[in-house]
């Protein structure tokens, strides 16, 4: 969906490295989502976020920090980055003045590949 | 915790052939349940149900909720190559806390 878009769409790095994964979205949704992708382990949700003045943990947000620069902008940092954080991340959005249909709209994802 | 589960994880279909993919839920205070279709890409939307016994249909994709039971079926008839892809379940609640998905089935159809 153009209306989300994420920056690298690829990234390979090193071990200990900082890296950030950027989100932006046109749509005006209010709420905003990070989640990482592994082979059979379906979509597991790092962050997420309500609003700017919101931040959530999801269920796997350890080593992971965010920061929700503006209603439209949701970035995703790895601190140091380490191997097993290798995976495809996604961001999402949904509208909660709309929130009785609860649709997550993702953008393209990321590849991260950390050596 | 609140959990969605699919079954099967994975399917290999003939084309033409008719397939029920499953997706049971416990959610606290439910309130929809979604389905997305994943190929190698993002997730793209295919039906959200909210209530049940009502079937959604979308060309040869239909879906139908059971509130009683907790579970909901997305059958595709007459599957072509390009249904191949992850399909994830996703139950979502009154909008305090995200959606829950599941960890999706993977289909194949093969010609």
């Known amino acids: 969906d153009a209306d989300v878009t994420q920056t690298p769409r690829n990234r390979i790095t090193k071990t200990g490295k900082r890296i950030m994964l950027e989100c932006s979205q046109t749509?005006?949704?209010?709420?905003m989502y990070w989640y990482r992708q592994d082979p059979g382990l379906g979509l597991r949700l790092i962050y997420y976020?309500?609003?700017?003045?919101?931040?959530n943990k999801g269920e796997i947000s350890d080593g992971y920090s965010v920061s929700r620069q503006a209603q439209a902008k949701f970035s995703l940092s790895l601190e140091s980055a380490i191997p097993n954080q290798t995976a495809l991340y996604f961001c999402?959005?949904?509208?909660?003045?709309?929130?009785?249909?609860?649709?997550?709209?993702f953008g393209p994802g990321t590849r991260l590949t950390v050596l | 915790e609140d959990k969605v589960v699919q079954s099967p994880l994975s399917l290999v279909v003939h084309e033409g052939d008719t397939v029920t993919l499953n997706c049971s839920y416990e959610v606290t205070n439910f309130r929809s349940l979604l389905w997305y279709k994943q190929e190698k890409k993002a997730p793209t939307f295919l039906f959200m149900l909210?209530?049940?016994?009502i079937e959604k249909k979308s060309g040869r994709l239909s879906s139908i909720l059971d509130k009683k039971e907790l579970f909901s079926i997305l059958n595709i008839t007459a599957t072509q190559t390009g249904d191949s892809a992850v399909y994830l379940c996703?139950?979502?609640?009154?909008?305090?806390?995200?959606?829950?998905f599941g960890k999706g089935t993977r289909l194949s159809v093969i010609a």
């Open positions: 749509k005006g949704h209010d709420r």
């Open positions: 976020s309500f609003d700017v003045k919101d931040i």
């Open positions: 909210t209530s049940s016994g």
């Open positions: 996703a139950g979502g609640n009154s909008g305090n806390t995200p959606l829950v």
């Open positions: 999402a959005t949904s509208d909660y003045t709309n929130r009785g249909r609860n649709e997550q709209f």
